[in-house]
């Protein structure tokens, strides 16, 4: 089995700040998320910004894009994402624009599954018209009300669609390989690694504990 990737979110408004924890975490990291705050406050500079400090990690701009799929995440493909985010509840023209301007650009599209009703549908959908990544997600906001994304990552990876699994919403040390085992194929993680006291050991942990669990 391929070791799932580790997606560190870097959720600041700071660009300095942002730049200085990537630098900390980055040897632990596959793939460095600007979440969404964070690339409406910087913008495209801090792709660039991040495509040419680290340009050997993949570089995902969470821009949970709502309309206009093509031409809002055209610039950042080019700027050097790897990876863009498009919202489900957008509607599939949306979601087929992203995934158009990935595919220009060598790149890939992830669908994030936010506060989709039927998250099956959405995803056997989204896959069918080429998306990449699918992204079950239980944001901050959820989160905060008491939500997990356990179940709804049991429902999308059983489907067995042809495209990588990945998982956000408050993974932690003590839940990250109970992910692993449920099929996720990129670990996404945020408070648990920029909220820690040393975030370089908290991505340690972490990464020791993916590359340990057996699936
Ligand atoms: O995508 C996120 C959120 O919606 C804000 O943009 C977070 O980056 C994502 O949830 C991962 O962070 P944690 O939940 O703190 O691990």
């Not at 839940?175 to 085992?181: E, F, G, H, I, S």
């Not at 670990?187 to 040393?198: C, H, L, R, T």
């Amino acid at each position: 089995m391929v070791r799932p990737l580790i997606q560190m979110a870097l959720d600041s408004l700071d660009f300095d700040a942002t730049i200085a924890l990537a630098d900390q975490v980055a040897p632990y990291i596959d793939i460095f998320e600007i979440g969404t705050p964070c690339i409406k406050h910087n913008g495209v500079n801090l792709v660039k910004a991040m495509r040419s400090r680290f340009p050997d990690k993949l570089i995902l701009v969470d821009l949970k894009t709502m309309d206009a799929g093509e031409y809002e995440a055209t610039p950042f493909y080019a700027a050097g994402a790897d990876i863009c985010t498009v919202l489900g509840v957008s509607g599939l023209a949306t979601c087929k624009g992203v995934i158009k301007a990935a595919n220009a650009h060598g790149a890939e599209a992830q669908i994030d599954l936010i506060n989709v009703e039927d998250k099956v549908a959405c995803a056997r959908a989204t896959a069918e018209a080429g998306a990449h990544i699918m992204g079950v997600h239980t944001g901050l906001d959820a989160q905060a009300a008491g939500h997990t994304p356990f179940t709804d990552l049991a429902d999308i990876a059983r489907l067995g669609l042809n495209v990588r699994v990945s998982v956000a919403g408050g993974i932690k040390a003590s839940t990250v390989q109970d992910v692993v085992r449920a099929g996720a194929s990129i670990i996404v993680v945020g408070a648990a690694i920029y909220g820690a006291p040393s975030p370089a050991e908290a991505a340690r942990e972490i990464r020791d504990l993916v590359e340990a669990t057996e699936v």
